[in-house]
């Protein structure tokens, strides 16, 4: 007990005045005191909230109920929150944590995504609320650097500590017996935790011994229906939805986006109709609605488990002319339209790429731009494949709303552990190309090189003497939550840098674009010429589900003997675009410039596409008729 209490800060003469406080709050009740009253009365935002100061249950009114579940005295153990961003989900969890700290102390399991996150979250998230509300100052360690009670992974306070782990942290997720646990983003989580297991699973076993007086809290924007953990959890539970009145004939709704309408053209004007009456709800009625609100189960449930949908529309920090113009914005191009359901709404979205694209289809659609590039590409990217016998590259230009062009795709013939062919490839990257449009010629902006296989230092030793032109060695990484460019260069060598990639989000990106008919956002060109080996290539992996500890996990596959260098450099490619953007590139803000540019030649009748194309040229093969 002495370590204890030194652990948290305490002089060895308080210790007796310290054991004796535990032991009597050890004796008390829970307090009859909600989640929710706590926070009116005691949670203060800080400055660098969007809403600084007391914090307003009544802002947002559905956040009640999932706190007031948290409380000790209401007899449900989980409460599963799928949500929308901007509803209050984190603040949610941190007022639990004050009022755990407060009124309730014991040992609190709080489990982000990654250990980088936790990293992140801690001075943003965690210290604010300590030092913000009162309360809770005298109660936690103060931070000081020879103590281990107040660390970033560690809160210290009177009856318990808070504990912050990542979900890629199977030593973490173990470490500690905690009666509360509170699970954020879990659709973020790995699949496995590095071997041992689902961390959803391993992060609930902390709490076993508190069954009947723990509880648990997963939060979370869901994501691909089928494969989303949050949308299982909520499943599982009785599937509360917030249901308002109509203003004008009283009858309850759900607030649902495909009751969102617009007069044709301006989406500024978005508004709801009613599902009863078809009266017209514009924000201020819908925010008036919200606020009397109320949740219903929609399902059974089991008793300890209370589910709560909060959807976008719920939200008071966002009008429906908002939500409306960004829909037209992303709503053509799958990967972005995707995003806005998840984060903005959300909603789970319905896989696309769960089977490939039609290879033939994309064949009978080659188009003759000349030997420009065509008016719509703003930017030029290279992904680059390295095999035992050769390289492979394909360059890629890309205009406004990620647009694009295939400008040229090329194998060069050699062994990549000698130097011709890697002077042959920078020979090759070293071109610039001339526009469509009265501008300077084009070169490539960014290259990615893929380090896997037999010949990574060579790779890395041709990156590492171009990384002034932006040429990066990069690696695939598969698996769900995975970005398709990293946050931070993943490993350094003395001045040798590798980016690790997420190819498995690439690649559903990219055949949801390939199945686009309609050119636009995420639409994809091909020239005449290209034959139908390449796009053979392109469309030869599928995704397959298969369940690693009972948990299913979406995986690409390809028939055995097939080829896939087409899909792979296409990959890096567009991995080297999001690149750019992490470096701050504005793709459409470059388009728009690009775009008051005037072409080179007039074309001698109206242009049918922003690349100004022809008429799709048809190429018959023995290939295509199998």
């Known amino acids: 007990m002495t370590e204890q209490a030194a652990s948290i800060g305490l002089a060895s003469a308080s210790v007796a005045d310290w054991a004796d406080t535990i032991w009597r709050r050890g004796l008390m009740p829970d307090p009859a005191l ?70 309730v102390p014991a040992n609190i399991m709080l489990v982000m995504p990654s250990t980088e996150m936790v990293r992140r979250n801690t001075p943003t998230r965690i210290d604010p609320l300590i030092e913000h509300t009162p309360v809770l100052r005298d109660l936690v360690v103060p931070f000081r650097s020879r103590d281990g009670g107040n660390s970033m992974t560690r809160k210290a306070f009177v009856g318990g500590e808070l504990l912050m782990v990542g979900a890629n942290s199977p030593l973490g997720l173990r470490s500690l017996p905690a009666r509360f646990i509170l699970l954020d983003e879990i659709d973020a989580y790995p699949a496995d935790a590095e071997g041992e297991g689902d961390p959803v699973a391993l992060a609930e076993r902390a709490a076993i011994t508190y069954r009947g ?5 997963m939060v979370s924007t869901p994501t691909v229906a089928s494969f989303s953990r949050i949308e299982k959890a909520y499943d599982e539970s009785d599937q509360r939805k ?7 004939c009283g009858e309850h709704q759900v607030l649902d986006w495909i009751n969102v309408q617009w007069p044709e053209g301006r989406r500024d004007l978005a508004h709801l109709v009613c599902v009863h009456c078809g009266c017209i709800i514009d924000d201020a009625k819908r925010l008036a609605m919200v606020a009397r609100g109320e949740w219903r189960a929609t399902a059974p449930g089991d008793r300890k488990a209370a589910g709560f949908h909060i959807g976008g529309l719920l939200s008071p920090f966002h009008t429906m002319p908002e939500l409306a113009i960004e829909h037209g914005q992303v709503h053509g191009d799958p990967p ?56 492979e590259y394909e360059i890629v230009g890309w205009g406004r709303d990620e647009e694009s062009w295939s400008i040229e795709h090329r194998v060069i013939w050699g062994d990549p552990a000698g130097p011709e062919v890697w002077k042959a490839l920078d020979h090759d990257l070293r071109r610039s190309f001339q526009h469509a449009r009265d501008v300077a010629n084009m070169p490539i902006r960014a290259v990615c090189v893929d380090s896997g296989g037999h010949h990574t230092a060579s790779v890395y030793r041709f990156a590492a003497e171009r990384t002034a032109r932006r040429v990066w060695a990069i690696k695939g990484r598969g698996g769900a939550g995975v970005p398709v460019w990293p946050r931070r260069p993943s490993r350094k060598r003395g001045q040798i840098t590798m980016y690790l990639v997420g190819v498995d989000a690439a690649k559903e990106a990219l055949y949801a674009r390939l199945k686009r008919t309609e050119v636009g956002p995420g639409y994809c060109h091909f020239p005449a010429g290209r034959d139908a080996e390449y796009f053979q290539q392109l469309t030869s992996e599928s995704l397959a589900t298969r369940y690693v500890k009972g948990r299913p996990v979406r995986e690409w596959r390809k028939p055995p003997g097939d080829r896939n260098e087409a899909l792979d450099v296409r990959v890096y490619a567009a991995a080297a675009l999001q690149g750019l953007i992490a470096l701050g590139v504005r793709l459409n803000a470059e388009a728009e410039a690009l775009e008051a540019v005037p072409l080179r030649h007039m074309p001698a009748g109206p242009a049918t596409s922003a690349a100004s194309r022809t008429m799709p040229t048809v190429i018959r093969s023995k290939w295509l008729g199998r």
Not at 340 to 360: M, Q, S, V, Y
Not at 365 to 378: N, S
């Open 34 to 103: 909600t989640v929710s009253e706590w926070a009116d009365t005691h949670r203060e935002l800080p400055p660098s909230s969007a809403e600084p100061g007391r914090w307003r249950t009544s802002r947002l009114p559905f956040l009640k109920e999932p706190m007031d579940c948290l409380s000790p005295s209401c007899p449900i153990e989980r409460v599963v929150v799928m949500k929308a961003a901007q509803v209050g989900g984190t603040e949610c969890a941190l007022n639990f944590v004050g009022y755990a700290i407060h009124h």
């Open 213 to 217: 007086r723990r509880k648990i809290l």
């Open 242 to 248: 917030w249901f308002v009145p109509c203003m004008e």
């Open 336 to 391: 972005r339209h995707k995003a806005f359901r998840n984060i903005k709404l959300g909603e789970l979205w319905h896989d696309e790429a769960a089977t490939p694209p039609d290879a033939l289809g994309l064949f009978e659609r080659l188009e003759d731009w000349g030997t420009d590039l065509p008016a719509g590409v703003v930017l030029l990217t290279a992904g680059v494949d390295t095999q035992d016998d050769r390289l």
